[in-house]
């Protein structure tokens, strides 16, 4: 061979891979292309003796055709392979093969599949990231992949889904549009965002919208007709489900702006409640701006009772009053709830107190957010003795609740002795001078804390200050001991520029 | 970073780990203590560096480079202080917003509330005040039905409207007030939408900026950071540059030293080279010399060992045929020697075989003879079951035939007494007195008592004592005990309880304490019981002269613990220190004496005879010589005088006999006097004979 190609001219590499390719061709079934095809006779006269086809070899004398064409080359013909893979790219939503090739076909294919193939086809059998980021940034401009677990696939699965639920429109739209996705998707979808749930357009009230602005006893009375879509039979299906955040109302309404749009009925309610509860997997529950009051939070929160799995509880932005309090108070001692967050409700003393029942014996609750809230200083002042003996709590916002210097004076003793806080927020508070200064006391002696808010909250200048220096103490003793947990970390660090100099 | 102390401290131990080795023990010392020592200590240096590698390393690089790398790192801590702070100043900023809206939301919610509260208040009092309007026109209508003249009906009426319209407009001014408030409301909502779109606004552009410049000033902090690097990273290249040509100089000058010293060197060996190699041909020469008169002189050799070497072959060759001969020979003695061990093997078998045969025999008859022998055994048992069943009936037909027999004796000998008495009486008419012997009363044969242990003994002992034990029982417990009959079992039993509280030395611990729960009596008795086996253990293990002195230790220990005793006067728990002795010697000896005899059984076949005979002898002799030499004499007194009784007796009977004979006679002559015959005869005979008169 070597000494053929020797003797050859350089026509003849080309022509000799050519006839490897007409061969790959014609055993794949297709037609080659004519190009190299005249050139075959003329070159294969010198490889006759070495190889011995000595059958063909006078009729291709007879007919030799040089046929020298400088500007050929390999590289303008395609390879099979990449013909074969240009046909499964354009057959794919026919005849979808991609498991039975070859690791880095597999690839070449993923990258020049469509992303407007249809999901049926493409759901359960690719799983390239690189293939669902083309379809999520075609079909959403932003996309925040870390917000769905670094996946695509579930960004795309979750997004889509989203938009399917947000424009759903009970007793219009087929539920089959969602429920026909679930054996797609029902594997990867793990978070559910829906912050709109339309309510079901009614033909007829198209000439009394008009009259619905002055009748408002008629919304009442219609309201059983206002149900959002029912997610049982959804989340039923999404086995992974362990994120859930809705809230019940419209986005966008403009001018159409109508009170019974954002509507959280009983009927929603008891729904929603019984599908929590079936839904052992999920984790984070958060239903916020959905009008949720004493009564459906404790509905709600009957349903989470015992739950195997919730860690986060998000209320925040609701009408819950002291009751459901209570109630959210008896579900931490039901669960092994870490975060609770009822910011921006009606909840008063009764509530906070017993709230900070539940508190003191809690084991499992790490942060606790009430801003907004009117828990006054006897919720604040219970909450504080609450902390006394709980070790488990590290988040306390407290913001916006009317507290002054009795609960000041608590915290400050709460401080001294509490080692695990490392976050108070009391801003918005009237604290007052006084309650400052205690707070201050307190907090020189406390080691952990790493963020306490102050701000608007009448404290002094000054006492705001050295807290301020307190927790950058703090911080920065936090910060060795994260940096180095034994005493080996800190040489490997300094050791970095050292060995950048050298 | 780190405090000055611990680096401190960690040099002060590289000093001390520095100098130990040269001043501490060396390895190749002699001594292997010392070879120990050292490696320990080689082993604690070695872990002590790997530590300091790790930890270490760090402090002596920031020690070395308090002064080159502090500017790196002051420019990294300051820039991270830095950076902090403008983080924690941002995220303030913007939280900022959040917290002014809250506030404002707070003050908010304060406010509605009094507003609403007012709004109640005013409306409740509307509420009142219209109420009470209403009532007070309700009431003039029923005023007015009354009313009879139409002016004042009318002028009423006009009031009426008046009224009404003034509540109409209060109530109408109340609605208005409403709405007013309502529109104002919503241009607050409005207010506040656009407020809250401001701030929202102003949100976004502070995190923007915030953003942007945090970014600026981490780029500008990086490169800070950077730059500080660099001047380092010059700094340290100029300072190493400089270290490495001032060694290459100094590597340059060695290298020219030795070049020079080389060559030096070179010449000299040059010339030494050339001394050598002439003296070397001289001596080349001169061994040359020696060497061809050495080969002359081992021609010579050669020529005499080839003689010899010839001298040699033949004298092989004659030993080879000679060795050739002998080992046919040896052949032949050979094979003779392997038929003899086939022999021989064939003999080891039979032998053997022989030998299994025995010993399959052996077996054989050693199983027949343990069978036999179990099987004697067993008739050996059956034997002496039969022995002692034989000794059984034997004793008891001995007790029945000597009860019998005794009673035979005694029935003779009763008679015998009874004949004597008679003859005493009657004959001799001496008063007569029954002879006392003690066989008389003797019933069975002869034989010991049962023994009884030494416990029983004593229990017997302590319970009449207890018991206030009657004459009876004293005088038996005697029998037993043979003692002296002075001293009385109250006696004995002090005795034996100090006995019993001054040898606890005898007694085993162990027993001690399982003596404790029991009763007082049975405690004592216990103990005696150990004590005494204790002593007669001793006893027979000592010579007889050690027991006495043991006896009489425990006299002694006894007398002792007397004389205390002896000076309160006489009571009753006293005890005369003469008994002590008699008492404890006749009590070992009494409790020795059955340990002599042990095995009852056997007593009962050594039972002794001589008793016996003496016994039945005695019983012979129970009529003593004197009473037989007199009943001897009489006898023979008797007997004549029985001579003379028969005599006459013989004589009377002579005498009644010839009486008879005479009244006969005389009737046969009555009859012939009185026969006719005689009246016939002339001369009758009664004339002639006198007839006797009767």
């Known amino acids: ?502 | 970073m780190n405090p000055p102390g611990p680096l401190g401290v960690l040099e002060e131990k590289e000093e001390e780990h520095l100098s130990t080795p040269i001043l501490g023990p060396s390895i190749n010392s002699d001594n292997p203590q010392e070879r120990i020592q050292a490696r320990r200590l080689r082993i604690a240096a070695r872990l002590e560096a790997r530590r300091r590698e790790a930890l270490g390393e760090y402090l002596d690089g920031k020690k070395e480079s308090e002064e080159d790398q502090s500017k790196s790192n002051k420019q990294k801590e300051e820039s991270r202080l830095k950076l902090n702070k403008l983080l924690l100043c941002g995220t303030e900023l913007v939280t900022n917003i959040q917290v002014a809206t809250d506030v404002r939301e707070l003050r908010r919610r304060v406010e509605e509330e009094e507003i609403r509260r007012q709004r109640l208040e005013k409306l409740e009092n509307e509420v009142k005040t219209s109420q009470d309007k209403f009532d007070e026109i309700t009431a003039k209508w029923e005023e007015g039905k009354q009313k009879r003249i139409p002016q004042d009906l009318w002028e009423m009426l006009n009031t009426q409207q008046v009224h009404c319209a003034g509540l109409i407009e209060d109530k109408n001014k109340l609605i208005s007030e409403l709405q007013q408030e309502l529109k104002t409301k919503d241009d607050q909502y409005v207010k506040e939408l656009k407020k809250q779109s401001d701030d929202i606004c102003l949100l976004l552009e502070r995190m923007e900026e915030q953003v942007k410049h945090v970014m600026k000033t981490f780029r500008q902090e990086l490169n800070y950071i950077e730059k500080a690097f660099e001047v380092e990273r010059q700094e340290m290249l100029a300072s190493n540059k400089k270290k490495w040509e001032r060694a290459l100089q100094a590597h340059n000058a060695k290298e020219l030293e030795y070049l020079m010293n080389r060559i030096k060197k070179i010449e000299d060996y040059e010339k030494q080279l050339n001394k050598q190699r002439v003296w070397d041909w001289e001596e080349y020469n001169m061994i040359k010399i020696k060497l061809e008169q050495d080969v002359q002189v081992l021609e010579q050799q050669l020529q005499q060992m080839k003689a010899t070497y010839q001298l040699n072959q033949e004298k092989l060759e004659y030993n080879f045929q000679v060795l050739k001969k002998r080992d046919e020979e040896s052949t032949v003695i050979k094979s003779q020697q392997k038929r003899k061990i086939n022999r021989l093997h064939d003999a080891l078998n039979n032998l053997r075989a022989k030998y299994n045969k025995q010993i399959k025999h052996f077996q054989e008859e050693n199983q027949s003879l343990t069978s036999d022998y179990k099987r004697f055994v067993t008739q050996f048992k059956e034997l002496q079951r039969a022995m002692r069943h034989f000794a059984l009936v034997d004793d008891k037909q001995f007790r029945e035939i000597w009860l019998m027999n005794e009673e035979e004796a005694k029935d003779l000998i009763s008679r015998a007494f009874a004949v004597d008495r008679i003859i005493h009486t009657h004959h001799l008419g001496l008063p007569w007195t029954a002879p006392d012997f003690w066989f008389l009363r003797n019933v069975g044969p002869i034989s010991q008592q049962p023994r009884k242990s030494a416990a029983q003994i004593l229990e017997e002992v302590l319970m009449q004592a207890d018991e206030e034990g009657t004459e009876e029982a004293a005088s038996e417990a005697e029998s037993y005990l043979d003692l002296p009959k002075q001293i009385s079992p109250r006696t004995t039993r002090k005795i034996l309880m100090l006995l019993c509280d001054e040898s606890g030395f005898l007694i085993e611990s162990k027993l001690l304490s399982l003596l404790l729960p029991l009763e007082k009596n049975e405690c004592y008795l216990l103990r005696l019981d150990a004590i005494f086996s204790e002593q007669t253990s001793l006893m027979s293990g000592q010579e007889p002269g050690e027991q006495i002195d043991l006896e009489e230790q425990e006299e002694e220990s006894l007398v002792e613990g007397e004389p205390e005793e002896k000076e309160a006067p006489p009571s009753r728990r006293l005890i005369h220190p003469n008994d002590v002795l008699k008492i404890l010697e006749a009590f070992v000896m009494g409790l020795k004496k059955p340990k002599d005899s042990q095995a009852p059984v056997k007593m009962k076949y050594v039972r002794d005879n001589l008793k016996d005979s003496e016994y039945w002898e005695a019983l012979t002799t129970v009529i003593p010589d004197a009473t037989q030499n007199l009943w001897d004499a009489l006898y023979t007194a008797l007997e004549k005088y029985h001579l003379v009784l028969t005599q006459r007796a013989k004589l009377l009977l002579e005498n009644r006999s010839l009486e008879q004979q005479n009244t006969e006679l005389q009737m046969l002559l009555q009859q012939y006097l009185d026969s006719k015959i005689n009246s016939e005869l002339q001369v009758p005979p009664t004339q002639v004979l006198r007839v006797p008169t009767q």
């Not at chain 1, 939503?93 to 993923?110: A, R, S």
């Not at chain 1, 220096?469 to 910060?479: K, P, V, Y």
């Open chain 1, 1 to 502: 061979m070597q000494e053929t190609l020797a003797t050859s001219t350089l026509l003849s590499v080309p022509s000799r891979s050519s006839i490897s390719m007409q061969d790959k061709f014609s055993t794949a079934g297709q037609t080659s292309s004519a190009g190299p095809q005249p050139s075959r006779p003329s070159i294969i006269p010198p490889h006759n003796k070495s190889k011995g086809w000595n059958s063909g070899t006078k009729v291709h004398r007879m007919r030799r055709i040089i046929a020298e064409d400088p500007e050929w080359s390999l590289s303008t013909v395609p390879l099979l392979t990449e013909l074969c893979i240009q046909h499964i790219v354009k057959n794919f939503h026919n005849n979808p093969i991609l498991k039975q090739l070859l690791p880095e076909h597999q690839q070449k294919v993923l990258n020049h599949l469509s992303p407007a193939l249809p999901l049926a086809v493409t759901a359960n059998l690719i799983d390239d990231e690189n293939y669902w980021r083309r379809c999520c940034e075609q079909r959403w401009p932003v996309c925040h992949v870390a917000r769905h677990g670094g996946s695509w696939k579930r960004l795309f699965f979750e997004r889509h889904l989203e938009n399917l639920i947000k424009q759903f429109i009970p007793s219009t739209t087929d539920p089959a549009v969602i429920l026909d996705l679930l054996p797609l998707c029902g594997n990867y979808v793990r978070g559910l965002r829906v912050d709109q749930f339309l309510p079901p357009v009614r033909l007829p009230p198209q000439p009394r919208s008009g009259e619905l602005s002055d009748s408002g006893s008629e919304v009442e009375m219609e309201e059983p007709a206002t149900d959002h879509y029912q997610l049982c039979d959804l989340v039923a299906g999404l086995s992974h489900l362990e994120e859930l955040d809705l809230v019940y109302g419209v986005k966008d309404c403009g001018m159409n702006f109508e009170w019974n749009l954002f509507l959280f009925t009983y009927r929603d309610c008891h729904s929603l409640a019984a599908t929590i509860k079936a839904c052992h997997t999920l984790k984070i529950f958060r239903l916020t701006r959905s009008k949720v009051d004493d009564d459906k939070a404790r509905i709600l929160i009957r349903s989470l009772l015992d739950h195997p799995a919730l860690e986060e509880l998000d209320l925040s932005h609701n009408l819950i009053g002291d009751r459901g309090a209570r109630a959210a108070a008896k579900l931490l001692s039901h669960s092994h709830l870490r975060v609770l967050n009822l910011a921006n409700n009606q909840v008063r003393a009764p509530g906070a107190q017993s709230l900070a029942h539940a508190l003191a014996h809690n084991t499992s609750l790490i942060s606790l957010n009430l801003r907004l809230n009117c828990i006054e200083d006897e919720g604040g002042q219970a909450l504080a003795h609450a902390l006394q003996t709980n070790r488990c709590l590290t988040t306390l916002h407290l913001g916006g609740n009317e507290l002054s210097e009795p609960t000041a004076t608590l915290l400050s003793q709460v401080l001294a002795v509490n080692t695990t806080l490392t976050s108070i927020n009391l801003s918005c508070n009237h604290i007052g001078l006084d309650g400052g200064k205690q707070l201050l006391e307190g907090m020189l002696e406390n080691k952990t804390l790493l963020e306490f808010d102050l701000r608007l909250s009448d404290v002094a200048q000054e006492s705001e200050y050295l807290i301020g220096q307190a927790l950058c103490a703090n911080r920065e003793a936090a910060r060795q001991r994260t940096l180095n947990p034994g005493h080996f970390m800190s040489p490997i660090i300094a050791k970095g520029p050292e060995n950048l100099a050298g």
